[in-house]
């Protein structure tokens, strides 16, 4: 098992500490968000996550880093792929780039862009994701969308890695089969889901996203199962507690847990955690 540390800072003390104790530790990747605001509390402070991810790049040495999850509300497909070649090229190649359709509506409220149904926001992930794919590879052909179009783009200069990872967020069936076209990683959280519902929801998602991959002639192992443990997974609750998740989702396939920040009240067991299993 693969694990990850997911930090919405504050200040850039909070986010400097966070990145050197996660190499510190042995993280295996340090995430950021893509909001423009607390999707609750507009006074909790919320840092833009490019360029966070930038400073990280450029004072860490070994950890990757990476946006989970870019949001495609507010998001550029053009754009997006230019800032991840920027960001492989500061962090040397350690770059993982996440996207996903977005969920807040403050999200919307303040990118000032309306609402969408739910069939328009499937339909502007699938694009999304495709331009963002193509770009990454090279082909900066022109592109006339339902929802997205560019003319006379160049991706020059090309990613440090041969292909920067490119991570998905689905729950819905529409958006796995996003995951199964063109992503290299699938990522998934409980939300407002009680964690034995989740889990059962999420055997069913393995096993819907494994026959999409074998519809497309793709080996379903070649996609990263990824768990966001947030919601009513809380890593940090006790002693026991990301064991027990380690234990549990790896049966069903998980082979990357990325874990949030601990709480101040909660650093004591983080420390046991992460001691006790080497991560």
């Known amino acids: 098992m693969r694990y990850g540390l997911k930090v919405n800072p504050a200040t850039w003390d909070e986010a400097s500490e966070w990145a050197a104790t996660a190499e510190d530790v042995g993280f295996d990747a340090l995430w950021t968000g893509d909001n423009i605001r607390h999707p609750r509390d507009p006074s909790t402070p919320v840092h833009a996550g490019p360029e966070l991810l930038a400073a990280w790049a450029a004072t860490t040495t070994r950890i990757s880093v990476g946006l989970l999850i870019a949001n495609v509300v507010f998001r550029s497909p053009m754009l997006l792929a230019k800032q991840a070649v920027t960001l492989d090229h500061i962090s040397a190649g350690r770059f993982q780039l996440g996207v996903g359709a977005g969920m807040w509506p403050t999200d919307h409220a303040m990118g000032g862009v309306p609402p969408w149904p739910a069939k328009e926001r499937s339909a502007r992930l699938d694009e999304f994701v495709r331009i963002v794919d193509r770009l990454l590879s090279g082909d900066a052909s022109d592109h006339d969308g339902a929802y997205y179009s560019y003319h006379d783009a160049a991706m020059s200069p090309a990613p440090v890695q041969q292909r920067i990872p ?23 959280f409980a939300g407002q889901a009680a964690e034995e519902d989740f889990y059962h929801a999420s055997i069913q998602r393995m096993r819907a996203l494994d026959r999409l991959c074998l519809e497309r002639d793709r ?36 082979d990357e847990i990325v874990c949030y920040a601990p709480k101040p009240d909660e650093r004591g067991t983080f420390e046991k955690a992460v001691s006790r299993l080497k991560v």
């Open 166 to 188: 490119l991570i998905v967020a689905a729950n819905a069936s529409a958006s796995l089969e996003v995951v199964a076209g063109y992503a290299d990683a699938w990522v998934t």
């Open 219 to 254: 080996e379903p192992g070649t996609v990263r199962r990824i768990l966001l443990a947030y919601g009513s997974l809380q890593p940090w609750s006790g002693a026991d507690a990301l064991p027990r998740l380690t234990e549990r989702y790896r049966d069903i396939g998980f």
